[in-house]
């Protein structure tokens, strides 16, 4: 599999910290002024802990869709792989940003670009994007497909978020709602290609903490059973207990690649791509793994956090940076929700 293109297209409208915390002591203006501000205090704390800095969300104010930032996301990607629409044999689209539940999304977006390929949606969380990629390259593997373009829309803070994730409801709230606050949008697409360079694909789960990040529809409790967790925020809210889930998916991904990789062999990997849900778990990876800035690390801070296009937006960065060129050899080590682990392991 060759990756011939992979790029990254962001909202115009930029969010601060700051901002939050403005918006929160307006949206709360009806309760005591000294509990608007604990609460405002701690968040901000775990705004420095976390590294989070700026992310960016629609302009909807002047017209910007999810769609259109897809679409130029898809064009460009396209331009860079010297493909054209017709070369297109199969689009994925791929995240937790969606607008339909039935059809698939890749419906709509493929006809608005005037694709006339099969196509169809893969959603695994934050894993979504590497769950297409694998799913691409056992496809192309064989002789119906030379070309598969993967599509991200994480478009989620309006739908999944803005403006109820503001409201104070308890003190207790932000052990369940702060990565929804660290949320950013994005469009990302990567256009990949047959060839005879080989990756690998493994995974690891673990279902005991499914609990710890949810986003619930209706009917969730028919088919999860009792859990006193989900759904604390209300339907299509996430609730994501942030400091347990980092624990163990750190805990597993650091076990992940010690049983996958010697100090050797991780000092012949070039470029480490993780889901970037914090930038101080990414450099506490990086030093236990010993890769230093190897592990790509300047992604949550600029754009938050990414959901499923979190690894093609920073692969898409470190291209632009001039970080990652062909011969390098990437691993991607992508950890989500559910809990499930990836390593990924190739050429660019």
């Not at 962001?10 to 949206?27: C, G």
């Not at 104010?61 to 460009?76: C, D, H, I, P, S």
């Not at 230093?292 to 960065?317: E, H, K, Q, T, V």
Request: aromatic content about 8%; overall charge neutral; some cysteine.
């Amino acid at each position: 599999m060759l990756i011939k293109s992979v790029t990254l297209k962001t909202p115009a409208k930029r969010i601060t910290n700051d901002f939050i915390l403005s918006i929160i002591q307006e949206a709360n203006s009806s309760l005591p002024r000294s509990e608007v501000q604990e609460y405002c205090r701690k968040l901000e704390a775990l705004f420095v802990r976390a590294g989070s800095i700026t992310r960016y969300v629609r302009d909807r104010e002047n017209g910007e869709t999810a769609q259109g930032l897809m679409q130029q996301a898809v064009r460009e990607a396209m331009q860079k792989a010297d493909t054209a629409p017709e070369d297109i044999d199969l689009m994925i689209f791929c995240g937790v940003g969606r607008g339909f539940l039935e059809p698939s999304n890749a419906a709509f977006l493929s006809h608005s670009l005037g694709l006339k390929c099969e196509f169809f949606d893969v959603a695994d969380a934050c894993m979504s994007w590497v769950r297409s990629l694998h799913l691409a390259y056992e496809l192309l593997a064989g002789d119906r497909y030379r070309n598969i373009l993967i599509v991200n829309g994480e478009f989620t803070t309006y739908e999944f978020g803005i403006p109820d994730i503001f409201k104070i409801h308890s003190p207790e709230q932000l052990r369940y709602s702060f990565p929804a606050m660290t949320i950013g949008e994005a469009a990302t697409a990567t256009v990949v290609a047959r060839s005879n360079d080989k990756w690998s694909f493994k995974f690891r789960t673990d279902a005991s903490h499914a609990h710890l990040c949810t986003l619930t529809l209706p009917g969730a409790q028919d088919y999860a059973g009792v859990h006193e967790q989900v759904g604390l925020n209300g339907l299509l809210r996430l609730v994501s207990f942030g400091k347990q889930l980092t624990y163990h998916a750190l805990r597993g991904m650091l076990d992940f690649a010690l049983d996958n990789y010697t100090d050797l062999e991780l000092a012949k990997i070039d470029i480490c791509f993780p889901h970037a849900a914090s930038d101080a778990v990414v450099q506490a990876a990086a030093r236990r793994l010993k890769l230093g800035n190897r592990l790509y690390s300047d992604l949550f801070s600029r754009y938050g956090n990414l959901i499923s296009a979190s690894i093609p937006a920073a692969m898409s960065l470190a291209i632009d940076e001039g970080r990652l060129v062909r011969g390098n050899r990437i691993v991607m080590c992508p950890a989500s929700a559910g809990i499930s682990l990836g390593l990924v392991d190739g050429v660019f």
